[in-house]
């Protein structure tokens, strides 16, 4: 298997994951089948790669005006699409979608995180003071 195969499938698999939370965890979102899991997780990832660059760029001033809180917007909304495209894949109203979204994000980010997939990373540390001892300003989170 190709590294570019490889990395689109651990990719998919991520998203599909993080889809089925969101379906077991968000109460207006339901998926009737793993077939449709699976599509709506891989149509979701098309429209995030195709759809959502375009749909950021025409919404910079909101996602400017709003520190990057608007991007949560755009995301419920091509989740919405997707529960409208896929027949067997519910999502019943746009909270349904914006928490579902936040859901999904999240258990991306931190399985993307543990499996290096992708560009995010989490990283605890502890910062070092200036004389080179432990115990400098304390713990670093870098998200």
């Given at each position: ?49 195709l759809l959502r660059p375009l749909l950021w760029l025409l919404s910079l001033p909101l996602v400017i005006l709003t520190l990057g809180l608007f991007t949560l917007v755009i995301n419920a909304l091509l989740l919405y699409f997707v529960g409208y495209l896929v027949k067997s894949f519910v999502v ?52």
């Open positions: 298997m190709s590294a570019a195969l490889k990395n689109f499938v651990q990719r998919w698999l991520i998203n599909t994951v993080a889809v089925m939370v969101a379906a077991l965890i968000i109460p207006g979102i339901e998926c009737h089948s793993i077939t449709a899991l699976f599509v709506a997780s891989l149509l979701l990832g098309i429209l995030n790669a019943a109203d746009f909270w349904a979608a914006f928490w579902g979204a936040l859901i999904i994000s999240l258990v991306s980010l931190v399985l993307n995180s543990i499996t290096g997939t992708g560009d995010s990373r989490i990283e605890f540390r502890r910062e070092k003071s200036r004389s080179g001892k432990d115990g400098g300003d304390g713990p670093v989170i870098d998200v």
